[in-house]
């Protein structure tokens, strides 16, 4: 009615701040320009993220993609309020996954989901994704921030990754002639990287320890910030080795969530197996501290965890040291970790012992 003032219901009053999200694009624009490459150069803002094949350079490319995401590690960064690393293990958990198909990063898009978007927080996850990116060499092109209050509690928040990348046709791994004899290299990992939090929480939980306890494995260190070490990307090294010594490299396998015995089949053709020395892995003292602090078996370790070995590398035997100097000159530190064997009972077999 006339001079009657009328009230209603808001979008905002309902718990999405609209001018919140457009703040945090607009912040976070630096950022992702810091991320262009060749065949990406274009602003955040758009509905859909551009990128050109050709201006990268690619002739006949079959082009790989991968989605994945944090996992429970997500939790550890909003109890210790740190959240400027889980970002990197977001984008480390997609192209590592596209770097063992032979293939080359090349875009990043990035799902956030909140309850409510706290300044401050969004922009430090998208600074970690930002530089992961970097490590990797691709262009973050776009991403989705959604404020859903009522699904997430407070200001919790969960991360999903997706990326694309390329490789000319004919050049994608696995090669098909994995055969017995060839070396197995392993590269380290930085620790945990961004499988098994569920079970590292549950041990935490039953030490008794609080996230801003010292360590007890990384003298110096916050146990929380010790936990949060971001994921190892190993696109650069791995790319530099591919191209320093073309087909050297038969296979790569990505040591997540499974750990060895669920990932490294997935590289090997039918009737090979890999035998796996557990003596030849620096395991970093984290493992060891989950292990006694949560009685876990080493069979248990070996499946939920890398225990030290991030990426494993199938070369062929009259190229492994060859390859093996090409990824120590791109920064990387090879292990001899074992061969190719013919398939037994199982397809992974271990000797040695892990030095937990």
Same mark, same amino acid.
Request: net charge negative; aromatic share 4%; charged share 20%.
């Given at each position: 009615?006339?001079?009657?003032r009328?009230?209603?219901?808001t979008?905002a009053?309902?718990?999405?701040?609209?001018?919140?999200?457009?703040?945090?694009?607009?912040?976070?624009?630096?950022?992702?320009r810091?991320?262009?490459?060749?065949?990406?150069?274009?602003?955040? +803002?758009?509905f859909?993220? /551009?990128?050109?094949?050709k201006?990268?350079?690619?002739?006949?490319?079959i082009?790989?993609a &991968?989605?994945?995401?944090?996992?429970?590690?997500?939790?550890? &960064?909003i109890?210790?309020?740190?959240?400027?690393?889980?970002?990197?293990?977001?984008?480390?958990?997609?192209?590592?996954?596209?770097?063992?198909q032979?293939?080359?990063?090349?875009f990043?898009l990035?799902y956030?989901?909140?309850?409510?978007?706290?300044?401050g927080?969004?922009?430090d996850?998208?600074? +970690?994704?930002?530089e992961?990116?970097?490590?990797?060499?691709?262009?973050?092109?776009?991403?989705?921030?959604?404020?859903m209050?009522?699904?997430y509690?407070?200001?919790?928040?969960?991360?999903?990754g997706?990326?694309?990348g390329?490789a000319?046709? +004919?050049?994608? /791994?696995?090669l098909?002639?994995?055969?017995?004899g060839d070396?197995?290299?392993?590269?380290?990992? %930085?620790?945990?990287?961004s499988?098994?939090?569920?079970?590292?929480?549950?041990?935490?939980?039953?030490?008794?320890?609080?996230?801003?306890?010292?360590?007890?494995?990384?003298?110096?260190? %916050?146990l929380g910030?010790?936990?949060l070490?971001?994921?190892r990307i190993y696109?650069?090294?791995?790319?530099?080795?591919?191209?320093?010594?073309?087909?050297?490299?038969?296979?790569?396998?990505?040591?997540?969530?499974g750990?060895?015995?669920?990932?490294l089949?997935?590289?090997?053709?039918?009737?090979?197996?890999?035998e796996?020395?557990? %003596?030849?892995?620096v395991?970093?003292?984290?493992?060891?501290?989950?292990?006694?602090?949560?009685?876990?078996?080493?069979?248990?370790?070996l499946?939920?965890?890398n225990?030290?070995i991030?990426?494993?590398?199938?070369?062929?035997?009259?190229?492994?040291?060859?390859?093996?100097a090409? /990824?120590?000159?791109a920064?990387?530190?090879?292990?001899?970790?074992?061969?190719?064997?013919?398939?037994?009972?199982?397809?992974?077999?271990?000797?040695?012992?892990?030095?937990?």
């Open positions: 009615m006339t001079g009657e009328q009230s209603g219901m979008y009053g309902a718990g999405v701040d609209i001018d919140a999200g457009n703040a945090l694009v607009e912040a976070i624009k630096p950022l992702v810091a991320t262009r490459r060749p065949g990406a150069d274009a602003e955040i +803002g758009g859909g993220g /551009l990128f050109d094949l201006a990268a350079g690619f002739r006949d490319p082009l790989v &991968a989605n994945d995401g944090v996992g429970t590690k997500v939790k550890i &960064a109890e210790t309020g740190r959240h400027d690393t889980i970002g990197i293990d977001l984008v480390a958990m997609c192209v590592n996954d596209i770097i063992v032979g293939a080359e990063p090349l990043f990035d956030y989901a909140t309850g409510k978007l706290v300044p927080v969004g922009a996850i998208v600074r +970690g994704i930002a992961g990116c970097r490590q990797a060499g691709c262009a973050l092109i776009g991403g989705e921030t959604a404020e209050p009522g699904l509690d407070g200001q919790d928040y969960d991360l999903a997706f990326s694309v390329a000319e046709r +004919g050049t994608l /791994l696995p098909p002639d994995i055969a017995p070396v197995v290299l392993g590269l380290p990992s %930085s620790g945990v990287h499988n098994g939090f569920s079970l590292v929480r549950r041990i935490v939980a039953a030490s008794g320890l609080a996230w801003d306890a010292p360590a007890p494995f990384a003298p110096g260190r %916050s910030e010790a936990l070490e971001p994921t696109v650069r090294q791995l790319l530099a080795a591919l191209k320093a010594e073309p087909g050297a490299i038969k296979a790569l396998a990505h040591i997540t969530g750990g060895f015995p669920d990932n089949p997935r590289v090997l053709p039918d009737g090979i197996g890999i796996i020395d557990l %003596s030849a892995v395991v970093p003292p984290v493992f060891g501290w989950l292990a006694r602090t949560g009685g876990v078996a080493v069979p248990e370790m499946r939920t965890f225990c030290g991030g990426m494993v590398v199938v070369a062929a035997p009259d190229r492994a040291e060859a390859l093996a090409a /990824l120590a000159a920064g990387e530190a090879p292990v001899r970790l074992g061969r190719i064997t013919p398939a037994g009972d199982t397809p992974v077999t271990f000797t040695g012992t892990l030095a937990l």
